[in-house]
């Protein structure tokens, strides 16, 4: 979820610009504007009975979910920016976190995967969902009296596939693409030699603006049935993609980046929410 090559790395790597699309309309000009509804809530508590240089537990942690729907929402890539102006519960408590807790610190932005996409179309829903985390309510309270803040929602733009070829002559070089400049992306082959059941890329930059990673082997059939993507350093994320064949040079890597996407400002005010 940053060098101008010799020519031989040039020649195997071009843009399709034919592949480029528009991912949905310019939400700022679109009419009426996203919305969100609270949809669940839900609570854990854990306290350290030894004390532990690790603790197993993350701590205690409020958080709800929101549907967020309007024009734009199916089409969106990422969320966050988690702004709370107001969160309080009948027992007179303040809930909004602090800021450099690990839960609700609502500073950088959610990258939304395809499993979640899938999950989310195949329940029905229209639009994403997104979460919002609160400081721990008291026993006591039953009742979040309001919550209210808003969040940003990172959708539209225009798709551009990077296709290289070659794969494995790729290893340990960066892709000088014009596509990846513009999505703030910085791509490296740090893995991919002949026969190997897989490949790994470093990815620097907003993952949000990274749409899908392809292997198209004979037929144009995807040869990659598994990923992940994991922080491999400071601003850097390391994408693993298993493959269902031995990797060889007739194989092509596609990489689909997304330009001029628009953060949506998605406001929310919740009232009398019941707790667990």
Known sequence: MKAIFAATISAALSISATAALVRAADPATTQPAMTATATEISESRSRELVKSEFPMSYGNDLIITLKISGPGADAATAYGMVTIDLAADDAGDNLIPPKNTFFGRGDDMTTIADYQRKMWKDGGLEGIEATVSLAQSARKATTLTEVKGHLIVRTGGTEQVVTVAE?????????DDPALKAAGLTVKVSAAKANSTSITLDLTGPLSNLSKVELLGPGGKDLINGSGVGTAGIGREQGNYLLTSPLDATMTLRIH???????????????DVPLP
């Open 257 to 271: 980046a997304i330009t001029g996407q628009k953060d949506v400002t998605v406001p929310f005010d919740l009232k």
């Open 167 to 175: 794969v494995p002559s790729m290893e340990g070089k960066s892709l």
